[in-house]
């Protein structure tokens, strides 16, 4: 599938009307650049758009500059897709992703959960102006009653994110990004919860 569509100025349609373009498609491995430069595709993006394909490893630049797309972003888009390593440029130019009117599209927190093959996400979000969002979570520490903690209210991001080397310009061009950043904000950890060294040579 790979640039199938890339530069197809003049291509239309509704996304939404075709959840199942991608989903499921287990043994699809390269998906780059597929509706590059598609600017006449429109639709709120499927929730679980590349669900389930766990051949999966390059989505580079899929949706690049396909500016008609509208709708939230949620963690299901690739939910089952173990195998994800290049997911750079993904949203890259996306100007009406999260373009809903008085109301506030957050990037969800777990958005890179079990992501631990992923490499590169490099230009991920650039140029998505209509996402309004702040990097820190909106939840308080969480103890149980012995007073261990539960959940880490600044928790990162990239925790998952075990081989994650590349995250320059991430969020570049992202002009209703609004926070303080988060202390642990690329924080890796392992299986037990302790903190390593991270991979990140590109930020």
């Given amino acids: 599938m790979g640039r199938v569509f890339s530069g197809c100025s003049n291509l239309t349609g509704n996304i939404s009307q075709h959840p199942n373009l991608v989903k499921g498609r287990s043994k699809l491995t390269n998906a780059e650049y597929t509706f590059h430069d598609c600017r006449g595709l429109t639709g709120d993006l499927p929730p679980d758009y590349f669900a389930g394909c766990t051949s999966l490893t390059n989505i580079n630049g899929h949706f690049q500059n396909c500016s008609g797309i509208t709708g939230e972003l949620k963690t299901t888009i690739w939910a089952n897709c173990p195998k994800l390593v290049h997911a750079s440029g993904l949203f890259a130019g996306c100007t009406g992703l999260g373009g809903y009117t008085g109301k506030t599209q957050e990037i969800p927190k777990d958005f890179f959960k079990g992501k631990n093959k992923l490499e590169d996400i490099s230009r991920m979000f650039s140029g998505c102006s209509s996402l309004q969002f702040k990097l820190?979570?909106?939840?308080?520490?969480e103890y149980d009653e012995n007073g261990a903690l539960i959940r880490n209210g600044d928790s990162s991001w990239f925790k998952d994110c075990t081989n994650l080397t590349n995250v320059s310009g991430l969020f570049s061009?992202?002009?209703?990004?609004?926070?303080?950043?988060?202390?642990?904000?690329?924080?890796?950890l392992d299986s037990e919860g302790n903190s390593v060294d991270t991979k990140i040579v590109y930020a």
Wanted: hydrophobic letters at 30%.
């Fill in 173 to 188: 061009g992202c002009t209703n990004l609004y926070s303080s950043l988060p202390n642990r904000f690329f924080e890796i």
């Fill in 136 to 141: 820190i979570p909106e939840w308080d520490d």
